[in-house]
């Protein structure tokens, strides 16, 4: 019950702290939204179906991402700013880290989710749909994002982000498939361990 307590407590603190003087509210809901409904999921499901520790904790890391970035937008991100003005970046590379933990973390609650529903028998198979998904899902995000920039003119071009780059979108996709990957080989050995510990694997 404390972690779930600890959990609300530094989501609701982020998501209050975004939602004060943010850029502009309409680029602040759309991209704070995605975390909005990850919360109310892990609220209503928290009995029924409750992630690991390591899930729930990346889900909170990637909702703090969101949350930053709706409270800046991701092509202002000060810290990134400085961090461009170091490395000589030529754009605020704020959204490829947001890209990168959207397939890093569903990653890791996708291959949480085909463990315990038993959807697939072997590894390697497991592993191919979870990147798939990922990939899936940043592809509906970028489908997203143009629907947007179409209904929009108000919050379009802060909430597309490209800042001038041509391939943002292919690249927007190039890091969420780097996650993903790289979620799947960083942790799944600690993930096992923790299903392990939960009698969700033998």
Not at 57 to 84: K, Q
Not at 112 to 124: K, P
Not at 127 to 148: G, P, Q
Request: aromatic share 14%.
């Amino acid at each position: 019950m404390w972690a779930v307590t600890a959990w609300g407590t530094v989501f609701g603190t982020v998501l209050l702290w975004s939602a004060i003087n943010p850029r502009d509210y309409p680029t602040w809901f759309l991209e704070v939204a995605p975390a909005l409904a990850a919360a109310g999921i892990m609220f209503f499901t928290r009995r029924a179906f409750p992630l690991t520790p390591l899930a729930a904790f990346l889900v909170l890391v990637h909702c703090i991402i969101l949350m930053v970035g709706g409270h800046y937008t991701y092509a202002e991100v000060p810290l990134f700013d400085r961090l461009g003005e170091l490395f000589g970046w030529q754009r605020n590379n704020y959204d490829k880290l947001g890209h990168f933990a959207q397939g890093f973390v569903p990653a890791v609650v996708a291959r949480e989710i085909l463990i315990r529903c038993r959807v697939v028998r072997t590894a390697a198979w497991r592993d191919f749909l979870t990147v798939c998904f990922c990939l899936a899902l940043s592809a509906f995000y970028e489908l997203l994002e143009w629907w947007v920039a179409l209904l929009s003119e108000t919050a379009a071009e802060s909430f597309l982000g490209t800042q001038g780059y041509v391939w943002d979108t292919q690249s927007d996709m190039g890091w969420a498939l780097v996650g993903a990957i790289a979620g799947l080989v960083a942790l799944g050995r600690v993930h096992d361990r923790q299903l392990r510990q939960r009698g969700h694997i033998d």
